[in-house]
């Protein structure tokens, strides 16, 4: 049911230049809602990691509709919930929470909004063989979009064995042996893959740098990011330099966005009028 009042929030560490608020509201004031939308910054906050459990209570408490998650949160919360979609379920992370009726239901709109962009960030992009940095709780939505997007081998590097061998594990489980495997050589499987995916935080406004040395990029990849602030990440500029082709982070942000305002109001967004108003905020 269409709601006419919403209380929303993003909750995440560094969050400040976050574009999520406007794109939420500009959406609200176009359907006629009241919408407001608001930002809770662990770090702005001076917060631990462990005081997720006391963001959702008081969230939850002070009558918010819903919430977005991102990092380092994201497979935190779900021990922290009542309910999980199955998408969120089976990709193991959640960036969305509906708070109703008492209940905490959490969902993935990042795997929708990652292939979403890649689909039209990155048309007839060669999907053999991608290599992919990172395997938190959003490296775990991009994995799961990859492979639903046609990608036949998808290589991980984490810096966290242990998580990675898990995603791999849950990737295997889902779409089959071979289609996701953890890598070794950095340099070889670059050298050889059509696609690199970050999906790590290095290359944020707060985490400035490359998740990887920029000389092992070569024309003939493609590179996405999933980072927005800042828009051209050093990691894309390097890239860019080189001829690559390339997805910058707002697809990502701009679809996920949009399912989460559905989610949240009750109501169908326009993913036109969201995509134009982040180009015009950028």
């Known amino acids: 049911m269409s709601q006419s009042a ?3 929030g993003l909750i995440g560490r560094g969050i400040q230049l976050s574009r999520t608020p406007a794109l ?3 959406e609200g004031d176009a359907q006629q809602l009241r919408y407001l939308y608001r930002l809770i910054d662990a770090d702005q906050l001076d917060l631990p990691d462990s005081a997720l459990a006391q963001l959702l209570d008081a969230a939850q408490h002070t009558g918010f509709t819903g919430l977005n998650i991102t990092y380092p949160f994201k497979q935190a919360i779900l021990p922290l919930l009542d309910e999980l979609s199955d998408e969120a379920r089976g990709i193991g992370a959640v960036n969305t929470v509906v708070l109703k009726d008492g209940k905490r239901i959490g969902h993935n709109t990042d795997c929708l909004g990652f292939a979403e962009g890649l689909r039209r960030g990155l048309p ?6 991608v290599v992919q940095l990172g395997a938190g709780g959003a490296g775990s939505a991009v994995a799961h979009a ?3 997007e046609g990608v036949e081998r998808l290589v991980l ?3 966290d064995q242990a998580r990675a061998q898990a995603l791999v594990a849950n990737l295997t489980r889902q779409f089959g042996p071979g289609r996701a495997v953890l890598g070794t050589a950095l340099a070889d ?3 050889a893959a059509d696609g690199l995916v970050n999906t790590t935080p290095v290359g944020m406004a707060k985490l400035p740098g490359t998740p990887l040395p920029v ?3 070569h024309a003939r990849l493609w590179v996405a990011e999933i980072i927005y602030f800042p828009l051209q990440t050093e990691l894309l500029g390097a890239a860019r330099a080189l001829g690559c082709r390339t997805l910058d982070g707002s697809h990502m942000a701009v679809f996920q966005a949009v399912k989460a305002f559905e989610l ?3 109501r169908q967004a326009d993913a036109e009028r969201m995509q134009a108003h982040f180009a015009r905020l950028s």
């Open 264 to 266: 949240f109001s009750g």
């Open 24 to 26: 939420h509201e500009h």
């Open 189 to 191: 499987e670059v050298a």
């Open 6 to 8: 919403i209380l929303a």
């Open 215 to 217: 000389h092992l990029l």
């Open 124 to 129: 007839g992009a060669t999907r053999r063989h």
């Open 146 to 148: 990859l492979l639903s």
């Open 157 to 159: 590097f984490e810096v």
